[in-house]
Structures are given as C-alpha cells and as structure tokens.
Nanobody
Framework: RVDLMESGGGSVQAGGSLRLSCVIS??????????MGWFRQATGKEREGVAV???????RYRDSVKARFTISKDSDKDTLYLQMNSLKAEDSGMYYC?????????????????????WGQGTQVTVSS
C-alpha cells in the first residue's frame, strides 16, 4: 500500500502563493511504477483534478490552473510538490495528493478524471479577497 501525507496549506490573500508538499511512503512496487497528482474539492462541489505527473516527469494541468500552478517531484526525497502562484478565491478548497500504479502508456486528463487509488488526508487552502 502507498501512504501519502500533505502539508503546506493555509490562508492567503488573492494573488498570493503557497507551496504544498506530499510525502510518499509504503510503495508496494517500485516508485517508478507510480503516477501521482493533486486534486481539490471546494465546499459543495465535486472533487476535481488539478495536476498530474507520470514516472517520467511529464505533467498535465487543469486548464484553469495551467498558467499559475506547477507540479513537481523529488524522487530522492519521496516528495511531491504543488507550487501555486497568483491564487484566486476560486482556488480555495481541500487539496489532496494521490497516486496509482501506471504503465508507460498511462494517460490522465485532470480536466476530466478525478480519481486515483491511494489518497492523502488533505490540506486546506483558503484564498481571501
């Protein structure tokens, strides 16, 4: 089983920045066999994909965050990151990191998909005007 734990959430003003981190452990298989992502859920809304990254480092973003957010990973530290800049009120929500086994042909669109196999507990992000 894969265990994930997010940190770095908080309250910021619109236009500000936050950097979320997710420490990953408990891999059942090689870490290179996992793809990972960030997801969020605002109050009263369904969970949605934010950004994903595959084992090769290729990334995909939700259209509304592509120009402002950056997903990255440090495999040596078993840590996933989400740098969020120019935050807007509509970015507020509970942010989750997640992972799943994936092959070289893995395809995931965070504009459409919002599910993975292993999930962290979430970290709250609140953006105020």
């Amino acid at each position: 089983r894969v265990d994930l734990m997010e940190s770095g959430g908080g309250s910021v003003q619109a236009g500000g920045s936050l950097r979320l981190s997710c420490v990953i452990s408990g891999y059942t298989y090689s870490r290179t066999q996992y793809c990972m992502g960030w997801f969020r859920q605002a109050t009263g809304k369904e969970r949605e994909g934010v950004a994903v990254i595959d084992s090769n480092g290729s990334t995909r973003y939700r259209d509304s965050v592509k120009a402002r957010f950056t997903i990255s990973k440090d495999s040596d530290k078993d840590t996933l990151y989400l740098q969020m800049n120019s935050l807007k009120a509509e970015d507020s929500g509970m942010y989750y990191c997640a992972a799943e086994l994936c092959s070289a042909s893995w395809s995931y669109d965070p504009n459409i998909d919002a599910d993975m196999d292993y999930w962290g507990q979430g970290t709250q992000v609140t953006v105020s005007s």
